[in-house]
């Protein structure tokens, strides 16, 4: 899919591409071509894998970003996708908040899973999670991930009940059944922590 043109949601309900709430998935590749999607807004309180693309599986998305909006979810849900797999992110951002009724909630990913690359993409919007984990970038990331996140950023503000915040909301690095296998970060800022847990965790 190619965007060809800016596009302005203002006055209207986005329901999310690939599903949310459900097991469909975005498989495919997203070229945003340098446009913006403005004033998302988008209403699946308590829902899960709800985002501008609820759930991808295998999919690129690049050069997208969403300039303004508002998306009320619930676990695993985020800005840009929510629960994903083996994603390929580049050269997108997104500025919509993020209110969530659940946990594992991001700027740009809520739940990501698999072999996964973010490149040159940014959050600059808070992110609000009545129950655990907040990420700037990704919520959550689930066990055996591999993720490599490179010349990202997040400004915002993060909050959720357990204090589970940072530029990856948390990851497990005590329960052996839920191990990531590898997170690297390059060159990437955040005015969070890394990740919400201790460094030495890490």
């Keep these: 899919v190619r965007l060809l043109n800016d596009i302005d949601l203002k006055g209207r309900t986005f329901t999310p591409i690939g599903g949310s709430g459900t097991s469909n998935s975005f498989r495919g590749t997203f070229d945003g071509n340098g446009h913006v999607v403005k004033n998302l807004f988008i209403n699946q309180s308590g829902v899960g894998s709800t985002a501008f693309f609820g759930r991808t599986s295998g999919a690129t998305i690049k050069n997208f970003g969403i300039e303004s909006g508002t998306i009320y979810c619930g676990d695993k849900s985020g800005g840009l996708t929510g629960l994903s797999s083996s994603i390929t992110i580049e050269k997108c951002f997104n500025k919509a908040k993020v209110i969530s009724s659940a946990g594992q909630c991001g700027g740009l990913v809520g ?90 965790d890490n």
Excluded at 111 to 124: K, V
Excluded at 167 to 174: P, R, V
Excluded at 184 to 191: D, E, G, H, L
């Design 111 to 200: 739940q990501i899973g698999g072999t996964n690359t973010i490149t040159d993409s940014y959050n600059y919007a808070d992110i609000t999670s009545t129950a655990g984990i907040a990420g700037g970038i990704v919520g959550y990331a689930a066990s055996a991930t591999t993720m490599t996140l490179t010349n990202c950023y997040h400004m915002g503000e993060l909050s959720d009940s357990l204090g589970r915040c940072g530029l990856i909301g948390f990851y497990n690095t005590t329960a052996e059944n839920l191990l990531v296998t590898k997170v690297t970060v390059n060159n990437c800022y955040a005015t969070t922590a890394i990740k919400s847990s201790a460094v030495t």
